[in-house]
Nanobody, 123 residues
Framework: QVQLVESGGGLVQAGGSLRLACAAS????????MGWFRQAPGKEREFVGG???????MYADSVKGRFIASRDNAKNTVYLQMNSLKPEDTATYFC?????????????????WGQGTQVTVSS
């Protein structure tokens, strides 16, 4: 059973940057799409971005041009570089391993989830 652990969250001022990491253990991620989601208090979990096994990336419109997903299969780790952060980016961020090699917008398409890391952007 693969386990995912996110790190890199924290408090940052608007306009700043953070780099999240998601390290996998107990299973490989190289053949799977990996997604990043976020959930703010009182809101549903939403897709942020992701990277397919072949390296193709997809992003929500709200983060396109600011966030970059990447992966290092040798380290069994995926990353989310977040630039030009805004207060509305404040949420708990989760990484997830998809059921197949692509990136999917819908949470049910992901079979393994991390515990989340908090990102807070102050204005």
């Amino acid at each position: 059973q693969v386990q995912l652990v996110e790190s890199g969250g924290g408090l940052v001022q608007a306009g700043g940057s953070l780099r999240l990491a998601c390290a996998a253990s107990g299973g490989a991620i190289g053949s799977y799409g990996m997604g990043w989601f976020r959930q703010a208090p009182g809101k549903e979990r939403e897709f942020v971005g992701g990277i397919a096994s072949g390296g193709a990336t997809m992003y929500a419109d709200s983060v396109k041009g600011r966030f970059i997903a990447s992966r290092d299969n040798a380290k069994n780790t995926v990353y989310l570089q977040m630039n030009s952060l805004k207060p509305e980016d404040t949420a708990t961020y989760f990484c997830a391993r998809a059921e197949a090699e692509l990136v999917y917008f819908s949470p049910p398409a992901y079979t393994a989830w991390g515990q989340g890391t908090q990102v807070t952007v102050s204005s």
